[in-house]
């Protein structure tokens, strides 16, 4: 597949998600590009603000399979990775796949489930697989987790522990919509008169897939690597506020967004504006920040800004 392939079809996926999801272009972007770059995406926000629609509108879009979990206190692993059965015809035991064997996995509320079941998927998103009772199952392909948390103050959630915070590519706000993209909300719902919107099948699986490596193809130069390391270098330096910058885990995330964004624009080559563009999504959620920060209002994702605008940008001739 050729890039401008890539640009032509992504735009479509994103004009039939947009009669769906009013506003947030950019979220909606930068969670293509996340689906592109074969990374795992965690939405947080308040409930009702079109999270669980959102995945379930691209999946539908993309042509892939869709399963929702909903992560519940009593959730157990066996629940999302399936459980192993004594079959008496056979005298044996066979094992009963569970939701996670899908290409998108919708894990709503992840947070609400104990961290028992939170890492269950530790192995699911890293490696594309799973091990049951010394058996290990291959996932379907592609297979991206799409969850989301709400914050952390709301009662009966569970922090997301640092080494699973990191295995999502990035972490997007989605925010209330304006005052003008909510009348626009009201208006689709009455002109549709049903609560299920429509979304047309745009992809299949394997033209998913098939654009999922044709990022591989996308040229960095070394002037971009270098920009994309002296950022995540720049979260590790800074004494003042961050307590711990992001792993090299954050560059790849950087290198491997930047493709699919370039990409999605048409190009098969990175500018520094691509890195720009997904570097505080990619990083933000890397970041431990000082203990006396966190009561404050300062966020990640602010400390992450100011961290781009010091760090030089590469000329180009």
């Known amino acids: ?54 995945a379930k509108s691209f999946a539908s879009a993309m042509g892939v399979r869709f399963t929702r979990v909903q992560f519940t206190p009593d959730l157990l692993p066996s629940d999302i990775l399936g459980v192993s059965v004594f079959n008496q015809k056979s005298l044996e035991f066979e094992f009963r796949r569970g939701p996670v064997f899908t290409n998108f996995l919708l894990a709503d509320e992840i947070n609400r489930a104990p961290p028992k079941t939170q890492s269950a998927l530790l192995e699911a998103m890293q490696e594309r697989q799973v091990t049951v009772e010394g058996n290990t199952y291959a996932l379907p392909t592609p297979f991206i987790v799409i969850a989301t948390q709400n914050p952390i103050e709301q009662e009966g959630t569970y922090p997301l522990p640092e080494a699973q915070l990191d295995r999502f590519l990035v972490r997007l706000r989605v925010g209330y919509p304006t005052k003008g993209e909510e009348v626009e909300i009201l208006r689709r719902r009455m002109a549709r008169k049903k609560e299920e919107a429509d979304v047309k099948r745009m992809l299949s699986e394997e033209e998913v897939v098939e654009m999922q490596q044709t990022i591989e193809d996308v040229y960095v130069s070394d002037a971009i690597l270098e920009y994309i390391t002296d950022i995540v270098t720049a979260t590790r330096e800074d004494k003042r506020e961050v307590e711990i910058g992001a792993s090299p885990r954050g560059s790849l995330a950087l290198l491997k967004l930047s493709r699919a964004y370039a990409a999605l624009e048409g190009r098969d080559y990175i500018i520094p504006d691509d890195v720009k563009a997904v570097a505080v999504p990619a990083l933000s959620h890397r970041l431990i920040l000082k203990r006396e920060l966190w009561y404050t209002k300062v966020s990640p994702e602010r400390i992450m800004e100011k961290l781009l605008e010091k760090v030089p940008v590469p000329k180009f001739e």
């Open 1 to 54: 597949m050729k890039i401008e392939e890539i640009h032509e079809k992504g735009t479509a996926v994103l004009n039939e998600v947009s009669k769906v999801i009013v506003g947030k272009e950019n979220v909606l972007k930068l969670m293509l590009t996340t689906i592109l770059a074969n990374g795992h995406i965690l939405l947080e926000d308040l409930p009702g603000l079109a999270k669980t629609l959102m």
